[in-house]
Nanobody, 127 residues
Framework: HVQLVESGGGSVQAGGSLRLSCAAP????????MGWFRQFPGKEREAVAT???????QTVDSVKGRFTVSQGKDKNIVYLEMTGLKPEDSAMYYC??????????????????????WGQGTQVTVS
């Protein structure tokens, strides 16, 4: 079982920055479709960004230009760099991994059901 662990969340003021990390010791993310999701209170999880093979990445329109997903050089960590944070970005952020690669960078990769493994989440609060 792939164990994903998110870190890097916290409280920041509007306009600030955070870098979230998703680590999976013993596994290589460059063979998985990786996704970042966020969940607002009382809402379903929604996609933020996806990455495959450490280079093919996508972000949703609501965060484009502010959030960037990337893979670390050690191949077992994925980052979500967040800048220009807004109060409406406040949410629990999750990373996820899918054994499937077809569909990773299209609509299927934005569906939580596409993913096989999930971390426990890290809270981001912007005020």
């Amino acid at each position: 079982h792939v164990q994903l662990v998110e870190s890097g969340g916290g409280s920041v003021q509007a306009g600030g920055s955070l870098r979230l990390s998703c680590a999976a010791p013993g596994y290589r993310y460059d063979t998985y479709c990786m996704g970042w999701f966020r969940q607002f209170p009382g809402k379903e999880r929604e996609a933020v960004a996806t990455i495959f093979a450490g280079r093919t990445q996508q972000t949703v329109d609501s965060v484009k230009g502010r959030f960037t997903v990337s893979q670390g050089k050690d191949k077992n960590i994925v980052y979500l760099e967040m800048t220009g944070l807004k109060p409406e970005d406040s949410a629990m952020y999750y990373c996820a991994a899918s054994k499937r690669v077809v569909g990773c960078q299209v609509a299927a990769g934005r569906d939580p059901g596409f993913y096989d493994y999930w971390g426990q989440g890290t809270q981001v609060t912007v005020s």
